[in-house]
């Protein structure tokens, strides 16, 4: 295994190190549970150990008219800013899962019609149902439904739902259209994850969408030096996230899973956390990181 892919192992085991939890089907709510996790991770997910930041989005604006808690906007911010979509790449679960998946031997699927309209989708979902639906439609008490874990996420299902109904039988007899639903959601998610390289994190996760728009900004960044670059584009075709990487090193969609830097011939791509840059190198990008 690479060093990307040991990262993420590791890091989707320490977030659920909750073993307990799945023997005997129940929610950790330990102390660590009132902290977020950098990536997607169910908060019912029997072993998880933290909170997931867009559950916990959902739960802040819902009461936002009688407490505001800083440190949600704080901390998906201050993730954002250090990494941006860093995070979905090496940190995120179930980015992790949908990079498993997509390893199942069949024939793929590059870019789907409509790919580029599909890519906005991921804002309209974090709009509606991350932001609106919970900060409207709050009772007096300020309370709200979690409009995305409870309609879209397959997270929730797969992490939560299965391995809570699966090891509590009083759960099983409540289970209805809703459960049905979100099942149906996960399944079409998984299939299209053999297909599509994450096409959960293309078109509709809301946390991607927030990391998204810190990756021109953000601490760590993609450096392309102009000087040794010759645009053969071979960066740009094993760029699964369909980045022409030459061009737009730090695009919106760019997890950082570094693939373009290895396949470079001339050693162009970099990546680095400074804002200083090396000397003799020009970078297509207004800011260098070293």
């Known amino acids: 295994m690479d060093k990307r892919t040991i990262t993420q192992l590791l890091f989707s085991i320490g977030t659920n190190a909750n073993i307990k939890g799945f023997l005997e089907g129940k929610i ?68 992790f899962i949908q990079d498993l998946l997509h390893k199942i031997p069949t024939k793929k699927v590059k870019i789907i019609k409509g790919d580029k309209i599909l890519r906005y989708l991921k804002y309209v979902i974090l709009a509606l149902f991350v932001i609106l639906l919970p900060l409207v439609l709050a009772d007096e008490l300020g309370i709200s439904d979690p409009y995305f874990c409870k309609f879209i996420c397959p997270v929730g299902t797969l992490e939560g739902g299965i391995p809570l109904v699966l090891t509590n039988p009083a759960l099983r007899s409540t289970i209805g259209f809703l ?34 728009v810190f990756n021109p900004i953000s601490f760590y960044k993609l450096k392309v030096n102009t000087n040794a670059c010759n645009k053969c584009g071979k960066c740009s075709k094993v760029c699964e996230m369909n980045v022409n990487v030459y061009e737009k090193p730090n695009s919106l969609e760019c997890i950082r899973c570094n693939k373009c830097k290895k396949a470079c011939p001339q050693g162009a791509i970099r990546s680095s956390f400074s804002f200083k840059d090396q000397k003799g190198d020009s970078c297509s990008d207004e800011v260098t990181i070293k």
Do not use: D, E, H
């Open 179 to 212: 459960y049905a639903w979100k099942m149906i959601l996960l399944l079409i998610t998984i299939l299209a994850a053999i297909l599509i390289y994450r096409p959960f994190c293309k078109y509709i996760c809301p946390l991607g969408a927030i990391y998204s």
């Open 28 to 95: 950790y709510t330990g102390k660590t549970k009132s902290l977020c996790v950098p990536g997607l991770n169910c908060y019912s997910c029997p072993g998880a150990l933290g909170s997931c930041p867009i559950g916990s989005l959902q739960a802040v604006i819902g009461s936002i008219k009688y407490k505001f808690s800083f440190y949600v906007i704080g901390f998906i911010s201050l993730m954002g800013v250090l990494f941006g979509r860093l995070i979905c790449g090496w940190l995120c679960p179930f980015g």
